[in-house]
């Protein structure tokens, strides 16, 4: 998958830029990405609970690590 797309997942999210976040779940062709982003937008604007919101964001953080670890990790091996 594309780095740039989680590179740019972690600085939306830390920055509060919602639009583009959403941007960016439409155009990003990882389809786990895509479906972690929208959860946590959708809870972020509709979940009355709190807990709903921290969970989905924690969620996205965690693939976004594990996806940017993994790729770093994949291009290690092919040097």
Known sequence: MDQMDYDKALYY????????????????????LSKKIQHFLH???????????IQSHDNLLYYLDHAMKYDSEEALLHL
């Open 13 to 32: 999210m830390l920055w509060g830029q919602w639009d583009d976040l959403l941007v960016l779940m439409v155009r990003t062709k990882d389809d786990l």
């Open 43 to 53: 809870a972020f604007h509709y979940a009355g609970d709190e807990t709903k919101v």
